[in-house]
């Protein structure tokens, strides 16, 4: 479950950052620009600043790659919201059935797990446990294993 709510709130920073930062960061520079335009009429003419231009194909740049992460952020997210309100009333699913393969441990310590044909996410089964007959409880969307119980 702490796989499960780490990915919830990581999903929220992101999604909240696509929301509030990136229009603020735009209507900063909109702001910057138009009182620099204003200031320049009433100024005399000077010319054309090279450096400013790269600064906003910069700027630009920024926000076209952070947009796409808050994208794909997004879109990886979904099943993680669809199973909030599981989360909260305690709605699992349940399989019984023998362990046939437990995956080895990545980075995040989660593993693989494939009871009768299905495969789940746990970070509690050892591969020890392949051959046991299991009966687990788990998410439906993203198949997190939330309980399991050795018979």
């Known amino acids: ?24 960061i735009w209507v900063v520079f909109v702001k910057d620009s138009i009182e620099t335009r204003s200031n320049r009429s009433k100024k005399k003419k ?9 600064a906003v194909t910069q700027f630009v740049g920024v926000l076209i790659i952070l947009g796409l992460i808050v994208v794909f952020t997004f879109n990886q997210s979904i099943p993680y919201f669809k199973e ?4 909260i009333n ?6 019984e059935g023998i362990i046939e393969s437990v995956g080895s441990a990545g980075k995040d310590g989660q593993r693989d797990i494939v009871v009768n044909g ?3 996410i746990s ?21 997190i294993i939330v309980q399991y119980k050795i018979h």
């Open 123 to 143: 970070s509690k089964i050892k591969p020890e446990d392949t051959g046991k007959y299991f009966r687990i409880e788990y998410l439906p969307n993203t198949r």
């Open 84 to 87: 909030l309100p599981n989360v």
């Open 90 to 95: 305690g709605n699992y699913k349940i399989k």
């Open 1 to 24: 479950m702490g796989y499960y709510w780490f990915c919830i709130l990581f999903f929220c920073f992101i999604i909240s950052i696509g929301l509030f930062v990136f229009p603020w």
């Open 118 to 120: 299905d495969t789940f």
């Open 46 to 54: 000077r010319p054309k600043e090279k450096g400013s231009f790269k």
